[in-house]
DNA sequence: CGCCGAGTTGAACTGAATCAAGAAACGTGG
DNA sequence: CCACGTTTCTTGATTCAGTTCAACTCGGCG
């Protein structure tokens, strides 16, 4: 069993014929640290697995480095918008270690869910656990204060702290890094 | 055709059969202004659709009321962390006119998703769209001015501003009473 | 007529951004 | 192993959007 078995058997169990096909639709790559997933201008059409390391997504606004999303081992990462809307993005993906990384195509993964109820309903369930941690972070940028957020974060994934430069975490808290500075230094 | 079906048809169509059975599963009631859908305490368990009128989503936090979601005709309404999470929570759904209201049991739209391979797409269809609007609003509140995003609001909902009252578009929009009063008199 | 709630206006306050220097940490090459 | 430049992080002063709190206006309605 790999990782991405567990992983997708946690939100959805495919029975064993199934799976087998689903499985063989990704594919797999070893990148070195600071590598290049998706860069300007393409339009990101896979879903990523991070099997091994950090994958950080982020876009360019008003000239700024915006990161949208940090995902570690065990976990899921696409931009949503660029990968649903098929449109291409200025955003990019890179690896902020050497990682092991696999991904299925958007047209590998529409055309199984055709084929397969059950992969179907893995992406349904998918997409609701999505849209319940969207919900979530929404009402987290706009109730909690830059501190609640970093103590959270401090809470659920410490890992992260260690492993991630202080500038993008601070974009990924919706917050400047002289704030996060301030915050650590506690005030 | 009613206005559900057209809905639901924009979203993903269905195969005739299943459409008729799957159409059979919703309620509908007609309910007057200031009706309670769902009241403080109770879980969310249906999906609504709003064939005329108005619903708003609201719930208290730290003893204030927020509006989370404002529904008008020939759209969805759904409580997405209560009705996914299927716990009692603090929201409440309310009609802010005299409105006919649709709706269809998570134990219902579960099972029908189970049994259709199409209706399962359509809940994924439906998932994937709210969660595309829910990146943009999040995008929208980190990053927009109060200004801009009643901006926005006047440019595509211009309707909501006639029928909705001040202090609740307010809370829609994330920002006190007070100041999109100061917005809307042009500073 | 006077009350009442929705909306407006004003003044003080606040969390966080911005701008601008510094200080530490980190390679890289001598 | 040390000087160096570069990047990363910290600290300080100022500014700004939006909140808070309090008073006031206005239109509708018993």
Redesign the interface.
Known sequence: MTDLDIAINNISPLSEETRGEFLRAWSSWSVPRDHFMVSENAVCDHIYFVKKGILRIFYF?NGKEITEWIAMDGTFCLS??SF??RTPSRLQIQTLEASEIMGIHYDDLTGM??RF?EV??L??KM??A???L?????DS???ETAQQRYDRLLETQPELLRRVPLTYIASFL?ITPETLSRIRAHR
């Open positions: 606004k949503i918008l649903f809307e869910a055709a109820h179907e309903t992406f349904r997409m609701t999505s849209l319940i969207s919900q979530y972070r929404m940028i706009q109730f919706g």
